[in-house]
Structure formats: C-alpha cells, structure tokens
C-alpha cells in the first residue's frame, strides 16, 4: 500500500517568510510525529498527534512553528518568520499505535533551505 | 531526560568486512530499542527492534543487534558487510507504553566494493 507522503519535497524560502509542509500517514495509523534531521544531529522530535488527544507539542523549538492534524489524517506544520537555522529536512512519520510493537514509517521528507 | 548516543559518525569498510555500530541511551525504566536505516535517496525504514525476550534481535539483511541492560546499550552487527549496506544507520529507544522516539545523531557507513 501507499506509504507516507510528503510535499513539497524541496522548499526554498527567504528569510522572513512563512512556510507550510504537508504530510499524508498511511491510511489508519493513528499516530503521527513530525522530527527535523539537520546536519550531524540526528532526529529531533517535534510534535506528535495520537487520533483526537490533544498533541504533545513539547519538541517544538518556538512558538513560530504550529501543527495542525485534520480530520485524524493529513497533517500541517507550520513555519512562520522563517529564520535560517529552521533550514533542515523536516520529516514525517506514522505508526498504527501509540505503544506496543509499532515502528515509525517514515515518508520522504521535505527539505527545506531558508535563504 | 532520554538521549541516545552513538558512537561513531563516519565508518568506511571493505566489503566483507564485519560490522558492529555502538549504541548507547540513558533512561532509567523499561524500553524499546530500535535501528534504522535511511539508505541513499530513499526514506529512513526499520532495520530490527527489541522489546521484550532475547535479547539479541535479528533483522533484514543479515543485520543483529544485542541489548545489554546493564550496559544500557544495543550495538548493531554482521559479520560480513557488502557494497549495498552502505547508508545512515540511526540507534532509537521508547520507553515502553510511551510515544516519543528519541534518536541517536546517525552513523554514516560507507562500504567500499
């Protein structure tokens, strides 16, 4: 089946400037996590949905990156004023349940370059 | 607070050489232990896991790791790497019941035919 999808895959964007990263899970997985991959630091988690609970935002570096999940499926992260150091691969992943023997299917991710 | 460490960030071999990437994490309760792997161009996929049992875990393509409690770590092997086993390999643990996966900052393996 289908697996998780990401788009754009490239953003450029200048400085300033607001940016919004869709991400699709497979279909009836009921968590979703947004990580960013920078250079040499591995994944750094963001947030994360679990079907109608109230996400877990405790990853996210300010308060000018939002995450919205509607409906329970497709997912939005936000990035407003980007700033330079936001340049990373944000990625999205899935899994079919928030514990238990269920590995993270990760999509492709979007690579996102702040000028 | 959970952190993963890993020790090596770049590692070249020949081919048919063996393989172990150490992996570290602190966390003071029950958890499970995961690899993955992102090889070129392509998505990061799980390699193999541990949760509960033996622990020493088989994954795809020949790959094995051992959980060592009392070390706190779970180093990946085999014993024979080959030209296509050249990717970035990342150590990942959960505590149990939790949801938040913490990753290791990745070993870059480069294999050389």
């Known amino acids: 089946g289908a697996g998780v999808s990401q788009s754009p895959s490239n953003k450029v964007t200048e400085k300033g400037k607001d940016v919004e990263l869709r991400c699709d899970p497979i279909s009836g997985h009921t968590a979703l996590y947004w990580y960013r991959q920078s250079l040499g630091q591995g994944l750094e988690f963001l947030i994360y949905?679990?079907?109608?609970?109230?996400?877990?935002k405790s990853g996210l570096p300010s308060d000018r990156f939002s995450a919205e999940r509607t409906g329970g499926s497709v997912s939005t992260l936000t990035i407003q004023r980007t700033q330079q150091e936001d340049s990373a691969v944000y990625l999205c992943?899935?899994?079919?349940?928030?514990?238990?023997?269920?590995?993270?299917?990760f999509g492709n991710g979007t690579r996102l370059t702040v000028t | 607070a959970q952190s993963v460490s890993q020790h090596n960030h770049h590692v070249i071999l020949s081919e048919a050489a063996s393989l172990e990437l150490g992996c570290n994490y602190s966390y003071g309760g029950t958890v499970n232990l995961f690899w993955y792997v992102q090889y070129p161009g392509q998505h990061l996929q799980l390699l193999l896991k541990?949760?509960?049992?033996?622990?020493l875990v088989k994954g795809i393509k020949g790959f094995e790791a051992e959980f060592i409690k009392s070390k706190f770590s779970f180093n990946l092997r085999k014993p024979s790497v080959q030209w296509s086993d050249t990717a970035e390999y990342f150590c990942?643990?959960?505590?149990?019941?939790?949801?938040?996966?913490?990753f290791g900052a990745g070993t870059r393996l480069f294999v050389k035919a």
């Open positions: 992943a899935s899994s079919l349940l928030q514990g238990g023997d269920s590995p993270l299917h």
């Open positions: 949905f679990q079907g109608n609970s109230a996400p877990d």
């Open positions: 541990y949760f509960s049992g033996d622990p």
């Open positions: 990942a643990v959960k505590n149990t019941g939790g949801f938040k996966t913490i």
